[in-house]
């Protein structure tokens, strides 16, 4: 028998390392706010609250992932982590969290790359 991964994605952000995890409470959240996850590409990419959209999927995530001792984020902390020099890394790693989450928690091929570029100092970690 083998072992269930917690399909938690590990990423660093400003030196501290985070976890984002697409659980089934974030995936119901999402299926209320956007109808489903089908229609993340949209909510990140078009439309005026395009930004509050990313803030709002980031801090969910986010508040997945985190151990049960951390205290929960709020939007206006994650807010404060966002700036535009990461944002499209913060698009891509919530794209990849979703992909490592599907896969059982194994990395693929697009996530390998992820941390190159290392701007605004957010890299992709996965030790599984």
Known sequence: MSAIKDGRYEIELNG???????????????????GGYDKLDVAMSEGKDMIKNIRWLFTLLLNEGRADEEPELTE???????????LNQIKGSIIN?????????????????????NEGNMTSAQEN
Not at 76 to 86: D, E
């Open 16 to 34: 501290k390392k985070y976890h984002m995890l697409f659980s089934l409470n974030a995936l119901d959240e999402i299926q209320d706010k956007f």
């Open 76 to 86: 206006q902390q994650v807010g404060k982590l966002i700036h535009v020099g990461n």
């Open 97 to 117: 969290a979703f992909a490592y989450g599907a896969t059982g928690g194994e990395e693929t091929t697009d996530e390998a790359g992820a941390s190159e570029g």
